[in-house]
Structures are given as structure tokens and as C-alpha cells.
């Protein structure tokens, strides 16, 4: 075995979807397991055969559907859940049967009513009888963060022995602190004489918000796999987080360990499981939250913008995100601001970009966040001033039973153009008008009109896109006059092809 290789064991279709609300049916399971396969997890646990027809036949249609990763079928330590285990596996091609029973006092007394050494003989007994159907088998010590060590370490050593090649060490309950859960791991190492003839695994709960950190310090003690979920998600406040280990691992190369996980399909994946389970991600997630890769602070925005090291430990490009997000704010500085004007295709001088930032602060501290149409809105009468052609003159006649009618006058360079055309609204005749002076054959793809405020009195907000030459512009305009704002947001349009014109004959 490749000691700098940590296994990674998806649970998201086992104790993942223990979640109330997010049950999947047989068909959401199998493409998870797909993309669960693409993403270059090891083991899928696929269910707990004896639980419902349903898992049952989840686990046999996704040993069906997925041909590398191992398949694992969850069971108590009860021969008929087993026998069921095994039917549900006969089409994986790697099956494995994950079998156990709880190690702790709570567990041994309350839920079993039992005795150590029962429970050692059930335990022993389990993984024998799983054994006659698959070579894999994995033990789970239940409750084993409450587990003593001594004793945990009495059933390690005798599942072991039985044929047990994974020993799940499971914090079923999320109370160890790391350096215990380290600890409990560096025990059973040094402690079980044949614990080398088994991978150790973690199986970490977040109920106090150490699941990762747990099954980070089991790893750096000697576990070689790690049991996650997508997202985090699981019984009560969920499991170790898939994206989190992997790029922990990813990140910090001095740990000289690795996965096989292609970390560019966590994002979609993340997504993924998202949707089908309607489970949304907190925003501050790590890794794949909202705002994992989003600035705000306009002291972190001018250091991202600067160095994106700075303040991203991890390339968002890693992890399957295009890029990082400069999210404007009151908060936001100027740089942030040239920023995302400059990804607009807005150049300002700076005199221009400190009074638009004046204006831009007052519009932050009303709104909790400033979009590219708010922006537009901001610099939109200074860009047209330097616009070649600028809307001098309109006027539009137009009711019930009448003809549309739209005169316009244009200035282009200083000179003026009238046109005046009839159309089948009054837009429609206004850009009639326009086409007319321009001589060009521009072809209108996309209208949307949008209000920014409710009332009657609202600024009307104008998105447009044509064609021209088989290329593609966009146009933006905004104003209380619905009729205006359009024929404005088509003059955009059409002054960035005068531009993109120029440009190419540069």
C-alpha cells in the first residue's frame, strides 16, 4: 500500500442522505454515483441494503452503473443484514461489506445491553460471516471516540484477525477534540500488533464543529482513509466534508499526502448534490460556499487585486470556479471599483473615477450590493459624453387607433441627423429612425426590460444585443422613459461597433 495515499470513502448516499427531506430516488442515486466516480473517490457507500427496498435497489443498480471505485453496502452485525448486503453487491465489481457494532460504555449498556465481551464476540462473528462473501470487509467501531482506548484496542485487534482489512474508527457523536481523536488513532498504531494488515479510517461528526479537524489530526496520526460527505452534509449537523479534506491535503504539501480526487470537479459536484437533495450551502462554506472566493473588505480587494495569494490560500480555478469575486460594496475601494468598470470595457480618467466613486459609495450604502447594471447606471452619462454618436432629439407619437411615429436626431461628431419612421410600437419606430441615419444593417437579437425600483415612477433599465458583420454587441441604457432608455441602449450598442470598427483598423 502507498502510505502517502489517503483513501477517500463517499458516504453522501449513505449517512448523507439520512438527512430529513433530502431522500433520493433510485435514478438521482445512480448519476450521483457517476459523478461521484468522476470526481475519483474510492469507495461509494451506497446504501444500507436491509434498511428499505429502496436502498437495496440503489446499491444494486449503482454497482450496475459504476465500474472502478469500490461499492460498500452498510450492515449491523446481523447475519440476515449481511446476507442482504451481499445479494444487493453481486454486480459490483469491488464490493465491500461494511459491517460493526458500538465499542463505547454508552453504546455497550443503553443501546446494546450488553457486555465488552459480547460485544467482542459479535464483533469477531460479524466479520467472519461477512467474510464467506466478499474479501473486503470493514469493521466499524461505533461511538469509538467515546470508546476506551484499551478496549477499542481488544476489538481492533480481533476484527483484524478475523479478516477485517479497513478499521473504521468512527466519532459517532462528534465530541472528540482533535488531539484526542489524534491520539486515539497514534493508540491503536502503536498498540494492535497486526493493525498493519488494515487501513484505518476515520468516520468524523461535526456536532461541534470539528469534523474535519478530527479526521485531519486521525490522517496525520496514521489513518489512510478518510469517510466524507459532499458538502458536509449528514446526521445532525453532518460529516466530514469531502472538498474541505481534499484540498487540506492539497494545500499542505509539507503533509506529503495526497488523493486521487480531481479537485476541478468539486464545485459542480457540490452543485449537484445541492439541487437534488435541496440542501442549500451556507454561504461561508469553505471551499464551495458562496462566498469562499468572494472580497468584499476593500482592504482584501486591493490585496487580491494585487496578488491573488495575498489573501486566497487556494486558487479557485482548483476547485472548479473561473475565478475569484470582487464583490462591490460600501465597503469597496476604488481599485475594486476601476476593477469591475474595467471588466465592463469602461475606461475612466481619474478624475472621472473619483467622482463616479463619490457616487458609487452614496448608491453602496442604500443597496447591500452594487451589480454591473447599477454601475452602467453610474457612468452611463459620462461614457455617452464621450460617445460619437449621442441621442440629441427624440420624440415619439403614438395611442390607440394611430401609427406609431418616432422622430429622432441624432449627433454624430457634432453634426446633426433627422429621421422621423413609423414602426409597430414606438420603440420599434424610434429604432426604425435610428437605422435610418446609421446606414447600417444592424439586427436587434435580445430586448429585456427591467425596472429597478417598484412605482410608476420607476428608472427603467434596458439590456440590447445585436448583430452586425456576424459579431455580437451589447447595449445599456437606462431612464424613467422606457422608449428613451431603449433607444439609448441601442446608440450603445451601436458605438461599440464604431469602436470595435476603429479598433480593427488600428
Known sequence: MDNNRVYIFDTTLRDGEQVPGCQLNTIEKVEVAKVLEQLGVDVIEAGFPISSPGDFKSVVEISKAVTWPTICALTRAVEKDIDVAAESLKYAKHGRIHTGIGTSPYHIQYKLNSNPDEILARAVAAVKYAKKYVEDVEFYAEDAGRSDNVYLARVIEAVIKAGATVVNIPDTTGYCLPSEFGEKIKFLIDNVPNIHKAIISTHCHNDLGMATANSIAGVMNGARQVEVTINGIGERAGNTALEEVVMILRSHKELNLYT???????????????????????????????????????????????????????????????????VLTARSGRAALKHRLDLLGITLEKEKLDEVYEEFLLLA???????????????????????????????????????????????????????????????????????????????????LIQAINKGSDDIGKVHMQVEYDENIYNGFGANTDIITASVEAFIDAINKIGNAEIAAAK
Open 260 to 326: 486521487n480526487v480531481n479537485s476541478k470537479n468539486i464545485y459542480k459536484t457540490s452543485r449537484l448534490i445541492s439541487s437534488l437533495m435541496n440542501m442549500p450551502v451556507q454561504p461561508n462554506k469553505a471551499i464551495v460556499g458562496r462566498n469562499a472566493f468572494s472580497h468584499s473588505s476593500g482592504i482584501h480587494q486591493d490585496g487580491v487585486l494585487k496578488n491573488r495569494e495575498n489573501y486566497e490560500i487556494i486558487d479557485p480555478v482548483e476547485v472548479g470556479i473561473s475565478e475569484s469575486s470582487i
Open 365 to 447: 450604502d442604500k443597496k447591500k450590493d452594487i451589480k454591473e447594471d447599477d454601475l452602467l447606471m453610474l457612468v452611463g452619462e459620462k461614457v455617452k459624453s464621450e460617445h460619437r454618436i449621442k441621442l440629441d432629439f427624440l420624440q415619439v407619437v403614438t395611442g390607440k387607433n394611430m401609427v406609431p411615429m418616432a422622430t429622432i436626431r441624432l449627433d454624430i461628431a457634432g453634426e446633426k441627423f433627422t429621421a422621423t419612421e413609423s414602426g409597430n410600437g414606438p420603440v420599434d419606430a424610434a429604432i426604425k429612425a435610428v437605422k435610418c441615419i446609421i446606414h447600417r444593417k444592424v439586427t436587434l437579437q435580445e430586448f
